[in-house]
């Protein structure tokens, strides 16, 4: 079954969009932890999350990316809004771009949300930035 499903152009496209938005070394940590379990889930997302949605020519991934952001803050995603947080470094979405999709989830997904999700923004813009720095620079 797993050969079938990694051998599709639709998961062959998914793997490349997402390497592209998430980065080598976060999909590399993904698939070495994936087990047989959870490869059914794993090749699911890559197949029709990166590989149908975000391998979609109508929107760049900059506007996907701050969608995904305000959607995963509205639903209190913390860690996945952390991770795609970091692929904005990958999809060109800027920091004020991020800024006013999050004003866009306190005023129709609610303050606390979007206060939340500030908070994950800002200690990771601080990591992206320290590391930019060679990890010693203040912010």
Not at 13 to 28: F, I, K, N
Not at 51 to 78: C, Q
Not at 80 to 99: K, P
Request: glycine letters at 8%; one cysteine or more; hydrophobic letters at 40%.
């Amino acid at each position: 079954m797993a050969e079938a499903e990694t051998s599709s152009k639709r998961y062959s496209q998914g793997m490349a969009t997402r390497r592209s938005v998430l980065g080598d070394a976060h999909v590399d940590r993904a698939s070495s932890a994936t087990t047989p379990f959870d490869r059914p889930f794993q090749e699911m997302i890559t197949e029709g999350a990166w590989g149908t949605v975000w391998s979609r020519p109508t929107w760049s991934k900059r506007e996907r990316s701050m969608v995904t952001i305000a959607l995963l803050a509205a639903l209190g995603h913390d860690e996945e809004v952390a991770m795609h947080v970091r692929a904005t470094a990958n999809t060109g979405a800027s920091r004020e771009d991020i800024c006013e999709a999050l004003l866009h989830v306190g005023v129709y997904a609610g303050v606390p949300a979007a206060n939340r999700a500030f908070k994950i923004a800002k200690q990771v813009f601080e990591e992206m930035d320290m590391a930019a720095n060679g990890g010693g620079a203040d912010v």
